[in-house]
């Protein structure tokens, strides 16, 4: 009976992916089947009609190497857990409708599709969205420590002086970056001072703040002086009101004014030179 439904789907395979796909058009907060191209829609969905089929014909359960190679494919096109468990919804009664209306499902054995589809679909349902599950995981994992790899980096831009630019929330495994890669980068850049530039942090409360002032401790014992740079007035705000204190920092609102402050430390500064 499962071979015979699988031959069935596929003589109806077009009909069954155009309906499918208005259907998902309709999905609220749709985005890939309205701006994604056409030739890429049209592949996606016949690749992922295949892999709701692939268990049909034979006995054993879908190819796990198939189930990661589309998983991979809808994470990296931001198909949401929801849009995928809603995919296998439509494809599922599109597929049965579409069977009903040609009379190859009737009243006879309406009751014996309905328990084979729900030996295909249920299954398959939970090896997709697990697959999908380990796919997400891993991509998360991986462009959150891409991430702060990317947002704690000693950069060297004046002879002596280095700026870290701080983007995004700081907990405290990330706090343990920031101290390490400062530290390895004041001790390798022989840097005098490091601007700690917080304009991309959106929220400073205690435990950020906290973690600043003992990475600011930790660079005076390798030799090097901490500035904290980029305090906009809401945060300025937000540091007065916790009681927080700053007094051993040099601040500035702007990157731009910790530099100039950085210069006069090392004995140094920015002069106008005219042309001839």
């Excluded at 395979?13 to 998902?24: A, F, G, S, V």
């Excluded at 892999?51 to 809808?74: C, G, P």
């Excluded at 601007?195 to 002032?213: C, E, F, K, N, S």
Aim: charged content about 25%; hydrophobic content about 45%; proline content about 2%.
């Amino acid at each position: 009976m499962n071979k015979k439904l699988a031959v069935n789907i596929n003589n109806h395979m077009d009909e069954i992916l155009r309906k499918w796909q208005q259907r998902m058009t309709e999905v609220k907060g749709e985005r890939f089947f309205q701006y994604m191209p056409e030739e890429v829609v049209d592949k996606t969905s016949r690749e992922f009609a295949e892999l709701m089929t692939s268990n049909l014909s034979t006995t054993e359960d879908a190819n796990h190497e198939k189930l990661s190679e589309f998983a991979e494919k809808v994470v990296r096109f931001g198909w949401s857990m929801k849009f995928v468990n809603k995919s296998i919804e439509n494809f599922s009664d599109v597929t049965f409708e579409i069977l009903e209306e040609e009379g190859i499902i009737n009243n006879t054995n309406l009751r014996r599709y309905m328990k084979i589809f729900s030996y295909w679909i249920n299954p398959l349902r939970d090896s997709i969205i697990d697959a999908y599950s380990v796919e997400w995981e891993r991509t998360v994992s991986l462009q959150k420590i891409a991430s702060q790899e990317l947002s704690a980096s000693l950069i060297p831009v004046f002879d002596k002086i280095s700026v870290m630019p701080l983007v995004g929330t700081i907990d405290t495994d990330r706090a343990k970056l920031i101290m390490e890669n400062l530290l390895e980068g004041v001790v390798k850049q022989r840097a005098d001072v490091v601007l700690l530039d917080i304009t991309g942090v959106p929220v400073v409360d205690t435990m950020v703040a906290h973690h600043i002032i003992q990475a600011a401790d930790a660079v005076r014992l390798v030799g090097a002086k901490c500035m904290l740079v980029g305090i906009r007035p809401e945060i300025a705000q937000t540091i007065v009101a916790l009681g927080i204190e700053l007094n051993d920092f040099t601040t500035t609102s702007t990157l731009r004014k910790g530099m100039q402050e950085a210069l006069k430390l090392t004995n140094r500064k920015v002069v106008e030179v005219e042309s001839e």
